[in-house]
């Protein structure tokens, strides 16, 4: 069963401490992405990977960090630098960066306390 | 920069009827546009997208018209059915490597029974 997989769900951290969400993909895909949706917000482009070991900011990347050590792989940190980390987290994948269709993960909703 | 616009947050129709979803752009580079459907708590899922040589494309109850020089896209869905529901995401891409999906702020559609 081939597909895009977040984990976990649901998350709690406390403020101050730095969090990783998962992402791994078995779809073969170069590219994968990092969204955040906020409520009226749509989706924003936080990180994004060409190709292993190649990452580039996307539109809102401060106080985020990613790594691209596998293909399958684009864990995302959400540091103690990011000032609103509450919000619902998005992973997504294509064949390649250009590509017309992403695929999405269930998502992660990130809580902040 | 906005270069993705939907401009209403919230449309509601009866079911049978026709819904009618918009979305401008600003970016001329953009030669290809899809539409993504939301659950709450889920990823989106890829739903039809058009291509900037095509004025419409077709797929079941979704239709999606395309108006170049206005730099217009609509989805259509008829007739509108409960199961519906959801909020409706616009993007656009340039079809190259390097890009990426731009994500409109998002429509939620509620398709009353």
């Known amino acids: 069963d081939g597909g895009i997989t977040q984990s976990p769900k649901y998350l709690f951290r406390k403020e101050g401490q730095n969090v990783t969400l998962s992402c791994e993909q078995n779809?073969?895909?170069?590219?994968m992405y990092w969204y955040r949706q906020d409520p009226g917000q749509g989706l924003r482009l936080i990180y994004y990977?060409?190709?292993?070991?190649?990452?580039q900011k996307g539109d809102i990347a401060e106080g985020y960090s990613v790594s691209r050590e596998k293909k399958e792989s684009f864990p995302l940190t959400v540091t103690s630098a990011q000032k609103n980390p509450t919000a619902f987290y998005l992973c997504?994948?294509?064949?390649?960066?250009?590509?017309?269709?992403?695929?999405f993960g269930q998502g992660t909703r990130l809580t902040v306390v | 920069d906005q270069q993705v616009k939907q401009n209403s947050p919230s449309l509601s129709v009866q079911e049978g009827r026709i819904s009618i979803l918009n979305c401008d752009y600003t970016n001329s580079m953009f030669d290809y546009f899809l539409w993504y459907k939301k659950y709450p708590a889920e990823g989106p899922t890829f739903l039809i997208s058009i291509s900037s040589i095509k004025d419409k494309n077709e797929d079941g109850r979704f239709t999606v018209f395309l108006n170049k020089s206005a730099k217009h896209l609509s989805l259509h869905i008829v007739p509108s059915q409960p199961g519906d529901s959801a909020v409706y995401f616009c993007?656009?891409?340039?079809?190259?490597?390097?890009?990426?999906?731009?994500f409109g702020e998002g429509t939620q559609l509620t398709v009353n029974p």
């Open positions: 779809l073969n895909h170069d590219a």
């Open positions: 993007a656009a891409i340039i079809g190259t490597s390097g890009s990426r999906l731009t």
């Open positions: 997504a994948s294509s064949m390649r960066t250009g590509n017309t269709e992403a695929f």
């Open positions: 990977s060409q190709i292993v070991n190649d990452f």
